[in-house]
């Protein structure tokens, strides 16, 4: 019985040994790491941005942050994820927040990841190795209270991101302050999408208000959008969402089934991203409703002093 004891005790104490030697080398891979990897660490290690882009894939391919930062004579960021909606973008947002407050933040909503019911975990993977950040274990505790157990194993705040490390180390990939245009229409055509529009979910609409009012205690601009697609054909998904705006006196720039767009097949690389000219075209569009809303907002301040 003594030996067996022993034998465990040497046998976790080499588990532990190995898991921390295995966590320390994926840290100084993440470090080297380019591409998406080096886009992530750079967002959430060192972005300083006067004005901050978040939300989905939506975000990241739709706003060009040059054409936005010059405008506003401001600088501007595209910090939008591939597949991530309010629960990934409220720690974004957090550990953005940390270095320096966004005087503007734009923030273009995707019903299927910050309003309806989803795959929640899903949403965890990206944020695991920063999951000692100030605020974002309870936002894993909100989703899945058992993710801080599996926190105490070093790699498995990387295990799902191994093989994209490992990929990036050599990556070639180039963002524009964030921005990732879409070139061209994409060679599998449009295929629209079929997924239910009614189905809130409860942790995303309480995340979305809390993003709100952190944001606005911050004295941060909040101004939400929602770009074009076409896999939709009706915008009543957003009718819970217009009023939540309304009552914090948060503008929503809507253009989620605009057919200036939804009209020309050329400006959309599939059914729910637009390419790099459709892309231009919105993001100019966009640029001339915030000038107007910051203008109605500093009319308000002159008439007020």
């Known amino acids: 019985m003594k030996r067996f004891i022993i034998k465990s005790v040497v046998f976790i104490l080499l588990l532990y040994l190995a898991d921390a030697a295995i ?13 998406v990897s080096g ?4 967002i959430h290690d060192s972005l300083v941005a006067d004005i901050v882009v978040l939300g989905s ?11 936005i930062g010059d405008s506003l004579g401001k600088q501007c960021f595209n910090c939008g994820e591939d597949q991530m909606g309010i629960i990934f973008n409220y720690c974004r947002y957090g550990m953005i927040r940390q270095r320096k407050v966004p005087g503007i933040i ?23 190795q920063y999951y000692f950040r100030n605020g974002v274990d309870s936002v894993f505790s909100m989703v899945d209270k058992s993710e801080k157990y599996k926190m105490f194993s070093n790699f498995y ?5 191994l093989l994209n490390l490992l990929g990036d180390l050599s990556s070639g990939k180039v963002y ?18 079929d997924l239910p529009q009614d189905k809130f979910d409860p942790l995303k609409l309480k995340l979305i208000r809390k993003f709100v009012s952190e944001a ?42 605009d057919r200036a767009y939804t009209s020309h097949v050329g400006y959309f690389h599939d059914c729910n991203h637009l390419n790099e000219h459709g892309a ?10 915030i000038k107007s809303y910051l203008e109605k907002l500093q009319s308000g301040y002159n008439k007020s002093n």
């Open 176 to 193: 524009y302050k964030g921005y990732d245009p879409y070139v061209g229409v994409s060679e599998g055509g449009f295929v629209p999408e």
């Open 280 to 289: 231009a075209l919105y993001t100019k569009e966009i640029i001339a409703e």
């Open 106 to 128: 734009i923030y273009d909503v995707e019903p299927d990841y910050d309003l309806l019911e989803w795959d929640n975990i899903s949403f965890l993977s990206p944020l695991r």
């Open 216 to 257: 606005k205690a911050d004295g941060s601009i909040i101004i939400f959008t929602a770009s074009p697609q076409m896999s939709y054909k009706s915008d009543s998904v957003f009718n819970g969402f217009k009023r939540m705006c309304r009552q914090e006196g948060i503008p929503f720039f809507n253009h989620y089934c």
């Open 57 to 67: 894939s939506r975000a990241m391919h739709h706003y060009d942050a040059r054409m």
């Open 23 to 35: 966590g320390t080398a994926l840290k100084n891979v993440a470090r080297m790491a380019k591409g």
């Open 39 to 42: 886009r992530t660490a750079y």
């Open 157 to 161: 705040a990387y295990n799902s991101r």
